[in-house]
């Protein structure tokens, strides 16, 4: 699966601005840090490998400062640590998709994978990180009501958005639209999930320094 990653993938991705670190293409643009990742099947063997390929927006100290006391930053951030996280092909009308090579395949299923790969990182993967360019975009998609086209997108539940929305405002000195996000979760009725999102109402405000 690497060679194929090797060939169809790293030169489209190193020409966009991406670099490998581990299993994970990176670009850095200042605090924003797009990443691009394959996934394996948990039930891999060595006749059959079955994976899939994800996207993360990743925003140091956003998710530390929702969770608060306790929660450690990741040294070496992958695509389901990010603000933003995504599978590409579920931003596609085919939906997510996933690839399978064994060990009997010979290399014409190789370059099939591959450039089936390499048309879902120029058509889904590259416009979606092209759409994150700063936080200031992020907090954007962040405060607003999701598109049909965006429902895959996680986080898939608004409290999460608008917390981290909240988060990112104050960041960037927008404090009245900070605030318009926490006062939008606040005048919810419905019942929020665990005690993460009241620990967090407790403890955060948009007027602190």
């Known amino acids: 699966m690497s060679h194929i990653f090797r060939m169809w993938v790293t030169p489209m991705l190193h020409a966009a601005g991406f670099k490998k670190r581990g299993s994970v293409y990176v670009r850095e643009l200042g605090s924003v840090q797009h990443l691009f990742q394959h996934e394996s099947d948990d039930l891999n063997t060595a006749e059959k490998y079955e994976f899939t390929t994800n996207c993360g927006i990743f925003i140091p100290g956003v998710k530390t400062l929702y969770w608060g006391p306790g929660s450690v930053e990741p040294k070496a951030p992958q695509p389901p640590d990010g603000v933003l996280n995504v599978r590409p092909g579920m931003l596609t009308p085919?939906?997510?998709?996933?690839?399978?090579?064994?060990?009997?395949?010979?290399?014409?299923?190789?370059?099939?994978?591959?450039?089936?790969?390499?048309?879902?990182?120029?058509?889904?993967?590259?416009?979606?990180?092209?759409?994150?360019?700063?936080?200031?975009?992020?907090?954007?998609?962040?405060?607003?009501?999701?598109?049909?086209?965006?429902?895959?997108?996680?986080?898939?539940?608004?409290?999460?958005?608008?917390?981290?929305?909240?988060?990112?405002?104050?960041?960037?000195?927008?404090?009245?639209?900070?605030?318009?996000?926490?006062?939008?979760?606040?005048?919810?009725?419905?019942?929020?999930?665990?005690?993460?999102?009241?620990?967090?109402?407790?403890?955060?405000?948009?007027?602190?320094?």
């Open 94 to 209: 085919t939906g997510d998709r996933w690839w399978e090579l064994r060990s009997s395949d010979g290399p014409e299923k190789d370059d099939e994978v591959g450039q089936a790969l390499r048309g879902l990182v120029e058509t889904a993967a590259l416009p979606f990180f092209d759409r994150f360019r700063d936080e200031r975009a992020v907090a954007e998609f962040l405060s607003q009501p999701r598109r049909k086209e965006d429902r895959f997108i996680d986080p898939r539940e608004d409290t999460f958005d608008l917390f981290y929305a909240a988060i990112l405002w104050k960041r960037l000195g927008c404090k009245g639209k900070c605030r318009e996000c926490i006062e939008r979760e606040k005048s919810k009725t419905k019942r929020r999930f665990g005690t993460g999102p009241e620990k967090f109402l407790a403890r955060f405000s948009c007027d602190d320094d």
